[in-house]
Each structure stands twice: as structure tokens, then as C-alpha cells.
């Protein structure tokens, strides 16, 4: 099964499940470069990788929480703000947006720093460790062929698919940067640009937004059909 994790490190199998078609528009609309790679390495039991594509469904606008009892709780919603406004720019067809909500029922991604109390808990299928400077996570189903939903502390039902980590940092600018980037896989982008020059590059010295080419990965994403739905979770599971 796959393991997610962020910026500074790769997407990499474990034993537990962590985790191009075109379109006729404008003549208006400049061409973009050609997408890099945006689906995940799925293990299954057998040991063979099968490609994977998640996204939302078309237009939709995707809720995440910050966990805000935790210092520096403020820098996390600023950096989403920059996110959510960076995302919304390389969405350039509407494909999907983010937005912060303060109600974790509704929530489908939990954002929060590494060494603050989580609102979500760790069952086996679900965990994973920060190694890097941000990491996302998802869960997988026992067969390996769906998301499962993350359990709440609390056991109130969950519709969260991603839970997102950020090691704490003072510095700004890099925190803008790892939120964009780790927002970027929760849109759907789970796997990694090989050119540095992009948002989703796996290593350091990440650009400050989305480049062209992230772009064209996410128009192209939101146009490929999903074959790793969302199973939800009994609450407490």
C-alpha cells in the first residue's frame, strides 16, 4: 500500500495504506505545457504498482480545517489563504477550488503543525510519520482500491479524506510555499513533478505559486476519470 508524504520527500510504498484526454477551449486561452505525471503508485497485495487517479468532482469546492488549538494556529490559516488564492488562479477552467471552513464535520482535508494535538486519530491504516518538511496523508481501504475517510478523535463522522502536516518553521515564505504545495496534492496531484521549477516538485527551493505546467497537470487531472474513489469510514474506524 502507499504512504503519502509531501514536500521534501517522496511518495513510497509501505506495508500500510497510507495512500490524459483533451478538451476544446477558448482560442483565447494561451496553450499550456504539456502535464507532468499526476497519479499514485497504488500497492497491492500481490506487490504490483497500479496508477491510480483521485480528484473531487468537477467544480467543486473543497472545505479544510485548521486545527486551531495549537500555537502559531494563525500562520497556518494566513499561509491557506495564499493557498487557496494561488490554486484558484492555476484552476484557470474552474476545475475545483479550496476553501477554510471552521466546522470539522464538513471539512475533507485537517491542516495543522506537526508537534500540535490532532483532531483526527491514527488508526494503522492511516498512519504515517513526518520526515520531511510537510507530508499529506490518506488511507486506504483493505482491498486497495478506494480512500477510506479519517476517524475523529471525538468519533463524530468524518467526511475527511487528507490529513496534512507541516513541521514548524518561522519562516514564512517557506510556509507559504509547503501549504500551496501540500494543498496541491489534496486537490489530486499525488505524485510529484520531475522539474524543479514546479509547485509540486518533491524538494526544496519550491516556487512561490503554481507554474504553467502545474496548470496544465491540473487541468488535465480534472479531465481524467477517477478510478480510486472515496469509500467512507464507520465513525470510531
Do not use: K
Amino acid at each position: 500500500m502507499n504512504l503519502w508524504r509531501g514536500t521534501g520527500s517522496t511518495w513510497r510504498a509501505a506495508v500500510l495504506g497510507a495512500v490524459l484526454v483533451t478538451a476544446c477551449d477558448s482560442a483565447t486561452v494561451p496553450a499550456l505545457p504539456g502535464p507532468y505525471d499526476f497519479r499514485l503508485a497504488v500497492y497491492g497485495t500481490d506487490g504490483r504498482a497500479r496508477q491510480r487517479t483521485f480528484h473531487w468532482d468537477r467544480g467543486a469546492v473543497v472545505p479544510v480545517f485548521v486545527v486551531d488549538a495549537q500555537p502559531g494556529a494563525d500562520d497556518l490559516r494566513r499561509a491557506l489563504e495564499g493557498a487557496v488564492r494561488a490554486w484558484r488562479s492555476a484552476a484557470v477552467f474552474g476545475e475545483v477550488r479550496l476553501r477554510e471552513t471552521t466546522d470539522l464535520g464538513e471539512a475533507r482535508a485537517v491542516l495543522r503543525w506537526h508537534d500540535a494535538t490532532g483532531v483526527l486519530s491514527t488508526p494503522m491504516t492511516c498512519l504515517g510519520p513526518v520526515t520531511g518538511a510537510a507530508s499529506t496523508l490518506g488511507c486506504l481501504n483493505d482491498p486497495r482500491d478506494a480512500l477510506r475517510t479519517w476517524p475523529r478523535r471525538d468519533g463524530e463522522p468524518s467526511q475527511v479524506i487528507y490529513r496534512v502536516v507541516i513541521r514548524r518553521t518561522d519562516d514564512r515564505e517557506l510556509l507559504d510555499r509547503l501549504v500551496i504545495h501540500e494543498m496541491g496534492h489534496v486537490l489530486g496531484i499525488l505524485s510529484h513533478s520531475p522539474d524543479p521549477s514546479d509547485i509540486m516538485w518533491a524538494g526544496p527551493d519550491l516556487p512561490p505559486a503554481p507554474t504553467a505546467r502545474d496548470r496544465s497537470t491540473l487541468r488535465s487531472l480534472y479531465q481524467t476519470p477517477v478510478d480510486l474513489p472515496v469509500e467512507s469510514a464507520s465513525p470510531g474506524q
